[in-house]
Each structure stands twice: as C-alpha cells, then as structure tokens.
C-alpha cells in the first residue's frame, strides 16, 4: 500500500508564497516521477509541475517562472515552491507519483487525497 501526504496549502494574498509538500510511503520499490496536478471549480485536472527521477522537470506555461518543483530521492518527497501567486492560481492542489511497489511490479500512478490553495485579498 501507497500513501502520498501534501501539506503546505493554506490562504495567501496575491503575489504571496507558499510551499507544498508531498510525501510517499508504503510499499515503494521505485519512483519514476512525482508531480503536482490542481483542479478549480468548473475547470479540469491539470499539469502544475513535474519532476523526474533524474530532475528532469516540466511546469505548466501558467506557472513557469514562478513556481519551481523539487524532490528529495532519499525521502520520496517532492515540493512545490509558488511565488508570485495570483487568484487564478486558487485550486485543490493533489500530488501524484508514478512508481512501483515491487520488482516485479509495473508502473503506476497513485494520487494524494490533495490540498486547497487560496489566493485571495
């Protein structure tokens, strides 16, 4: 069994900062990559931020420039750093991670229970 636990969410003003966190534990033989989705009322999942095993990362052209994701290999955990933010930014923020349980295991996705962010004066 996998769980994923964000922290980090909260109210904040505009152009304030925030960090988020999120970390796996459980039955994890190997994380391919971890990233952080956020959905709003009315509006579909999407890509905030990606990062791989290697740190290769891939950011949503709405938060490039502001938001910066990183992870930590030897505590399963990656972080979501925002800066700048803007109301639009306001949404349920879910970790997801890409791993196996086992070696004999294939890859497969598993998703934090999430963690609202709100950017508002």
């Given at each position: 069994q996998v769980q994923l636990v964000e922290?980090?969410?909260?109210?904040v003003q505009p152009g304030g900062s925030l960090r988020l966190s999120c970390a796996a534990s459980g039955s994890?033989?190997?994380?391919?990559?971890?990233?952080?989705?956020r959905q709003s009322v009315g509006k579909q999942r999407e890509?905030?931020?990606a990062i791989?095993?290697?740190?290769?990362?891939d950011y949503a052209e709405a938060?490039?420039?502001r938001f910066t994701v990183s992870r930590d290999n030897g505590k399963n955990t990656i972080y979501l750093q925002?800066?700048?933010?803007?109301?639009?930014?306001?949404a349920v923020y879910s970790c997801n991670a890409v791993l196996r349980?086992?070696?004999?295991?294939?890859?497969?996705?598993f998703w934090g229970q999430g963690t609202q962010v709100t950017v508002s004066s």
């Open positions: 922290s980090g969410g909260g109210l994890i033989f190997s994380i391919n990559s971890m990233g952080w989705y890509l905030v931020a791989t095993s290697r740190s290769s990362t938060v490039k420039g925002m800066n700048s933010l803007k109301p639009e930014d306001t349980t086992s070696v004999s295991d294939y890859f497969r996705g």
